[in-house]
């Protein structure tokens, strides 16, 4: 058990270019979780993932967001032109498939548009 | 009304003192229930989980769920300088696959 990783660690960026983040769960978990924290508060849920089903996505997203997982195993997260509003710890969790789930978190990306 | 709330400030307290946090939780119909301990600069690791209505201890952890007034707490007793972080309550509501998180409540534990 490896636990989650999430690459980059860091990114610095300009306002209006495109960045892509990725996600290795825990290898014996189904789902896969986006989550989102700025500073001061707790993690806000973006989307999540079942095998290669995207489930669910927050009202709350944007059409720039965009998250795939497309062989069920790691995802990626872009997102496009970005906005100094983007500037946030962009977290992935992951889970198995039962009733009462805990998630267990990478070490996140931290975005910095400029 | 958030889905979870958690509204005091940041909390200090003396080494070996206990310290108490509490959780709110807008959903009835919630089922499970979190802790989770973030240091600064770095990602939420779970410390805690109740399902049932009563205590549930972990070595020098208790979280406490009473489903009836929808309130969720952790005690942390003999609080060491480790224990210092931030505190994230969160909440799996019925029919929910995620997470919902409060805001988080920094502790600190003064030597």
């Known amino acids: 058990d490896t636990g989650v990783s999430q690459d980059p660690r860091h990114k610095i960026t300009k306002r209006g270019q495109n960045v892509t983040f990725r996600c290795d769960p825990i290898s014996e978990h189904n789902r896969l979780y986006w989550y989102r924290q700025t500073l001061g508060q707790g993690p806000e849920f973006l989307t999540y993932f079942q095998n290669e089903a995207q489930l669910e996505k927050s009202r709350l997203l944007s059409d720039r967001f965009s998250a795939e997982r497309p062989k069920g195993s790691f995802s990626t997260l872009e997102i496009q032109r970005t906005e100094q509003g983007d500037s946030a710890m962009y977290l992935c969790a992951s889970s198995r498939t039962e009733t009462n789930e805990k998630l267990f978190f990478g070490s996140g990306t931290q975005l910095s548009v400029l | 009304q958030k889905e979870v709330e958690q509204n005091s400030g940041p909390l200090s307290v003396p080494e070996g003192a206990i310290a108490s946090l509490n959780c709110t939780y807008s959903d009835r119909g919630s089922q499970s229930f979190f802790w989770y301990r973030q240091y600064s600069g770095k990602s939420p690791e779970l410390i805690m989980f109740i399902y049932s209505n009563g205590d549930k201890e972990d070595g020098r952890f208790t979280a406490q769920l009473n489903k009836a007034s929808q309130y969720v707490s952790l005690l942390i007793r003999d609080s060491q300088p480790s224990d210092s972080a931030t505190y994230l309550c969160?909440?799996?509501?019925?029919?929910?696959?995620?997470?919902?998180f409060g805001k988080g409540n920094q502790v600190v534990v003064i030597p």
């Open positions: 969160a909440v799996n509501s019925h029919g929910n696959n995620r997470l919902a």
